[in-house]
């Protein structure tokens, strides 16, 4: 009997390849949301934590402070956006690794199948040939006439 090959085995590593890349692109996703949720935070931190002003104190002085809290809540707009982008990045990373990993499993087990199905009528092979073997050398001993 000849040795089991499957023969979709090129297609197979292709897709296991396919599974671990998106799995990295996935894990990469989940990192930038996390540093976008990082710096989104720090932002607010930054916004609360914002002098007011107290005393006496300059036009000039309110001004700036009135442009410090734009310029921090522009800053904490962008830092909303990217988490919201990084969201859906990572959502569709994990559609595509969900995805990739299903393909390749539905290869490995026709693998399993195809190889068990090999062992299978390896085995009755063997047995019918030892049978047979059996025969014969009853047959040459005399024993069956």
């Known amino acids: 009997m000849k040795v089991y090959q499957f023969r979709l085995a090129t297609v197979e590593r ?4 396919e599974e671990r ?11 930038q949301l996390r540093r976008a949720q990082a710096a989104n935070e720090a932002a607010h931190i930054a916004l609360r934590e914002m002098a007011s002003v107290s005393g006496v104190v300059s036009m000039a002085d309110i001004q ?12 904490l707009r962008i830092c909303s956006e990217k988490v919201a982008l990084a969201q859906s990045n990572s959502a569709e990373a994990r559609r595509a690794w ?5 393909r ?13 199905a090999w062992r299978d009528a390896a085995s009755k092979e063997e047995i019918a040939l030892s049978d047979d073997l059996a025969t014969a050398r009853y047959r040459l001993a005399g024993a069956g006439e």
Do not use: C, H, P, Y
């Open 14 to 17: 292709i897709r296991v390849l």
């Open 64 to 75: 700036w402070l009135d442009d410090q809290r734009e310029r921090l809540s522009e800053s």
């Open 98 to 102: 969900g995805t990739a990993t299903k």
């Open 104 to 116: 390749a499993g539905v290869l490995e087990r026709l693998d399993a199948q195809g190889f068990a």
């Open 21 to 31: 890349l998106a799995r990295e692109q996935l894990i990469e996703t989940l990192n």
